[in-house]
């Protein structure tokens, strides 16, 4: 089977043990950098690999690129080998954090042209509540190699984005929580609002009371109204630091609305030019 957007704990059920199955553990916590990989320690998902956001999924040593820069091709390449990737695998990554940290890597596969890559639907907790089974055994690296690059146009950086915004032809929406949008809060970044003509879609409201996503006809619906005035491929996703913001992007993909990029420094790389214009507000 072959799943490109999210994937049901009892559908992953059914491919583990496959050897056409890569199974990533990407959970994550700013507050404690260490907790994620110490939960995949203590447990995980049958043969899963851990991806580490900080060291795995980023490049923390870029300057100007926001809080989670992107990684050289050459090093994703390295932890995809790693991993035992290879590009006709079934990929299936997973969190705690309801996706967020997960679409990430489904993103960033997605850049290197592997589209056979979903999202466990409710994560961790999902799987353990349906009481399928965990495991503390590390698997063993692979040791391979792998040969990836980046499709550079997906990929949105300032001066994409900026002249977009100016001549009307981009929308840019920001996955970040309400208050922080506003600039009423911001309990990261040194300074707080958004980038001047941004729209605000906070990544939670892609998930029902359950933690999993909206049925995908209210996601659409949802979706279409956010973006009214432009289509698909002309809309850009921010976040704080490039991570959330690929939830909203799985969630666009998820209803059919197709076409939508990244625009990977976000806020914190946006203000780490002090010239650059902030506002705030709805």
Not at 48 to 70: E, F, M, T
Not at 119 to 137: F, H, K, N, Q, T
Not at 181 to 186: F, L, N
Request: with cysteine; net charge negative.
């Amino acid at each position: 089977m072959t799943f490109t957007t999210l994937i049901s704990a009892q559908d992953l059920a059914g491919c583990c043990g496959s050897p056409d199955l890569l199974i990533v553990d990407c959970r994550f916590e700013l507050s404690d950098t260490q907790k994620g990989e110490n939960a995949w320690r203590a447990a995980h998902l049958p043969g899963a690999h851990y991806a580490h956001l900080d060291r795995n999924l980023s490049d923390l040593s870029k300057v100007g690129l926001g809080r989670h820069p992107l990684p050289d091709a050459e090093a994703f390449a390295a932890t995809l080998g790693r991993w035992g990737w290879q590009p006709g695998m079934q990929v299936v990554a997973y969190d705690d954090a309801s996706g967020s940290t997960a679409a990430r890597l489904w993103w960033m596969l997605r850049l290197v042209g592997h589209h056979r890559v979903a999202v466990l639907d409710g994560g961790y907790a999902g799987w353990v509540a349906a009481g399928l089974p965990v495991g503390s055994d590390a698997p063993t690296p692979a040791g391979g190699a792998a040969v990836v690059d980046y499709a550079g146009n997906e990929v949105v950086y300032v001066d994409e984005l900026s002249a977009g915004l100016r001549d009307g032809n981009l929308l840019l929406l920001d996955a970040r929580g309400a208050m922080r949008y506003r600039g009423e809060v911001e309990p990261i970044d040194p300074v707080a609002g958004h980038i001047p003509g941004a729209r605000n879609r906070p990544f939670t409201d892609n998930l029902g009371p359950s933690g999993r996503f909206k049925p995908v006809d209210e996601l659409r619906a949802e979706l279409e109204a956010v973006i009214s005035g432009f289509e698909p491929g002309q809309v850009i996703h921010s976040c704080g630091s490039g991570v959330t913001a690929c939830h909203n992007l799985l969630a666009m993909e998820h209803a059919g609305l197709a076409g939508s990029r990244v625009f990977a420094p976000s806020w914190s790389g946006w203000i780490s030019d002090p010239s650059r214009p902030v506002a705030r507000g709805a």
